[in-house]
Nanobody, 113 residues
Framework: QVQLVESGGGLVQPGGSLRLSCVAS????????FHWYRQAPGRQRDWVGH???????NYIDSVKGRFTISRDNAKNMVYHQMNNLKPDDTAVYYC???????WGRGTQVTVSS
């Protein structure tokens, strides 16, 4: 059974940083692309970025230069370093694996002074 569990969310002031983690089990980790999505209250769930099995990354324009996705295949972990956070980054952040299309339950990120 595939399971993804996110952690690392919290409350941070504008300009601050957080590092989210996603641990995967029941999965051939090294063959998966991992995506991060986010969903703000009252809005649809939006794609933020991804990391391929080879380590290539891509991001939406609004987070380029601020967010970095990385992976540790030995630990079955995906990381999402978020710097210079803005109030508009407030959302529940989700990890998703592809091609298994499994989702975690999300972790709340709140950016507020």
């Amino acid at each position: 059974q595939v399971q993804l569990v996110e952690s690392g969310g919290g409350l941070v002031q504008p300009g601050g940083s957080l590092r989210l983690s996603c641990v995967a089990s029941g999965i051939l980790f090294g063959s998966q692309t991992f995506h991060w999505y986010r969903q703000a209250p009252g809005r649809q769930r939006d794609w933020v970025g991804h990391i391929t099995p080879s380590g290539n990354t891509n991001y939406i324009d609004s987070v380029k230069g601020r967010f970095t996705i990385s992976r540790d295949n030995a630990k079955n972990m995906v990381y999402h370093q978020m710097n210079n956070l803005k109030p508009d980054d407030t959302a529940v952040y989700y990890c998703k694996s592809q091609p298994t299309n499994s989702w975690g339950r999300g972790t709340q990120v709140t950016v507020s002074s």
